[in-house]
């Protein structure tokens, strides 16, 4: 009898054991879908998932070899300060073939091996005759934006194109310019196009002539590239637009020329504005998830407080300050610490900055001009000269663990970070790298 009990608890524990190991791997399998979910690793528009130059992923090295992380590829592009955006094993950004080439293309590559999958050229000439002041800034500029299985982007000269992201078969364009009166700064329109629901919504700004038809911000339905609607007048220079949902409402955040201002996403109506009082305005504004937002121009950076009154929200200006200016890079809010390049020369220190008082927290020369990205609590850095950076923030300053020279070219362009693989492009090329 008791034989019988042991082998009934034998086999019990064997199915028991079985059923344990499959539960086990099922776990073990589900975890490792997770880590590499690709929905996660996604970076679909200017700034990433959330357009503030942060991606959740993990595995990222502690640092890398003295020749630098492993290159998986690299490839000759052209001329353009387009960011790269990831999509479904895909990269697209824009380029120009030289300074003098009447066109811009719009490309599509394998993340994989950076081979082109589709291009498509289209008519952008630079204005103002060709001299060299208008073609040191050539174009094109703004980043696009993947939305479903279409891809918008728009040029230099303000057309806003709308492609199947597959082959760039053109599904609808137009002009804004021509259409809306857009206005263009010296350098080319710059401001990357953002998806709400259904629509694709673009700040195009106004020029002088064109001033009092209303149609500032504009939002298109994504499939058709109708209008549905157009509000405002006011004029831009090359700052991007956000989203954020404050005491339940979905707003629209944009720096124009004569302020920051939050408008209704479904209808562009305005909701707050609050001026500021430099219009050299680049970086996109930069939100802490609850109340506060942060904005700079070249020369000042501001922060306000948004205030909910009798279902009116308003804006605070918490402070302004000229030590604070992170204008040419958009800065990575880390811990309620803003962390970016600082404006004004090729030798611009990184600064990092108390979002709520604006107090200098510390600045650190060493990666002129950077641009920024965040993820697995580490910061890949790359400066205007081509440096590579592997840093973590400290409370003095940024701790460098790797640095590598990855050009001789300039870059002006963030990099994107997918995953474990970093993105960078310079002035004739980009290159992928394994930072894991």
């Keep these: 009898m008791r034989e019988r009990c042991d082998s009934v608890e034998r086999d019990g524990l064997v199915r028991a054991s079985g059923e344990h190991r499959s539960i086990i791997v099922a776990l073990a399998v589900w975890w490792v879908l997770v880590i590499v979910d690709p929905v996660r690793s996604q970076w679909p528009q200017w700034g990433g998932p959330e357009r503030n130059f942060t991606v959740e992923t993990t595995g990222l090295a502690d ?5 630098g992380p492993r290159k998986l590829w690299r490839r000759t592009l052209g001329l353009g300060y387009s960011s790269i955006v990831h999509d479904d094993g895909m990269l697209y950004t824009m380029y120009r073939k030289d300074r003098t080439n009447e066109n811009e293309n719009t490309i599509a590559l394998d993340a994989g091996t950076g081979r ?10 630079v204005p103002g005759g060709g001299d060299d002041s208008e073609r040191e800034f050539c174009g094109p500029n703004a980043t696009p934006l993947v939305v479903g299985d ?43 196009p953002i998806s709400y629901r259904n629509t694709v919504i673009v700040a195009i700004g106004r020029a002088e002539e064109e001033k009092g038809r209303g149609s500032s911000l504009i939002a298109f339905e994504q499939a058709t590239g109708r209008k549905m609607w157009s509000n405002h007048e006011f004029t831009i220079w090359h700052s991007s637009p956000i989203l954020i949902k404050y005491a ?4 629209l955040v944009l720096h124009t020329k004569e302020g920051l201002i ?21 970086t996109t504004p930069v939100w802490n998830g609850t109340d506060t937002l942060f904005c700079s121009s070249l020369e000042v950076g501001m922060a306000v407080r948004l205030t909910r009154e009798g279902g009116t929200t308003r804006a605070q200006r918490l402070w302004s300050s000229r030590n604070t200016a992170l204008g040419m890079g958009t800065p990575i809010l880390i811990d309620d610490v803003l962390v970016g390049s600082r404006a ?3 030798t611009a220190p990184i600064i990092a900055a108390d979002v ?46 790797s640095e590598y020279k990855i050009t001789e070219k300039w870059s002006f362009t963030p990099p994107t970070l997918v995953g474990t693989t970093l993105y960078v492009r310079d002035e004739r090329a980009i290159t992928a790298l394994d930072v894991r």
């Design 344 to 346: 004004g020369s090729m």
């Design 248 to 251: 339940g409402e979905e707003q």
């Design 262 to 282: 939050g408008v209704n996403p479904r209808s562009g109506d305005l909701l707050w504005r609050h001026a500021f009082e430099d219009p050299g305005i680049i």
């Design 116 to 125: 082109t999958v589709w291009e498509r050229a289209n008519r952008a000439p």
């Design 150 to 192: 279409r891809l918008y982007t728009v040029g230099r000269n303000a057309r806003i194109h709308c492609y199947q992201k597959t082959d760039g078969t053109i599904l609808w364009q137009h002009d804004l310019v021509a259409e809306y009166g857009a206005g263009i700064p010296a350098s080319g329109y710059s401001c990357s």
């Design 356 to 401: 709520t008082t604006g107090r200098r927290v510390w600045h650190q020369r060493g990666f002129p001009g950077a641009s920024l990205v965040y993820g697995d609590g580490k910061l890949v850095v790359l400066d205007n000269t081509g440096l590579l950076g592997l840093a973590t923030v400290g409370a003095k300053g940024l701790n460098i663990h």
């Design 63 to 67: 640092s890398w070899p003295e020749d």
